[in-house]
């Protein structure tokens, strides 16, 4: 079956620097976009970032857009999110998530995601 885990999460001080990784197995990676959401206390998930099955065409969420980078190597099956200039309102539980052929601004179009990794970034 389709599992993703997600690595990398933890506590960082405002201005920092995080790198969030997403192994993906039980599934013919290159087939499939990949998407980081996130999700901060009483709030709904929230889109990050996409990039397609080839790795071009990356999309940012607008409140990370110049900060963070998503990426990916179909020779690892791993997708990775590195997080720069961090603020405090990016504390959240961050997910992978992937789904087949193309992406989804949409949380509830995808069917696959990691167990969530926390990032919590101190003022």
């Known amino acids: 079956q389709v599992q993703l885990v997600e690595s990398g999460g933890g506590l960082v001080q405002a201005g920092g620097s995080l790198r969030l990784s997403c192994a993906a197995s039980g599934l013919a990676f290159s087939d499939y976009a990949m998407t980081w959401f996130r999700q901060a206390p009483g709030k709904e998930r929230e889109f990050v970032a996409s990039i397609s099955r080839s790795g071009g065409s990356p999309y940012y969420g607008d409140s990370v857009k110049g900060r963070f980078t998503i990426a990916r190597d179909n020779t690892k099956n791993t997708a990775s999110l590195q997080m720069n200039s961090l603020k405090p309102e990016d504390t959240a539980v961050y997910y992978c998530?992937?789904?087949?052929?193309?992406?989804?601004?949409?949380?509830?179009?995808?069917?696959?995601w990691g167990q969530g990794t926390q990032v919590t970034v101190s003022s």
């Open positions: 998530a992937t789904r087949h052929l193309w992406a989804s601004l949409v949380a509830r179009d995808y069917n696959y």
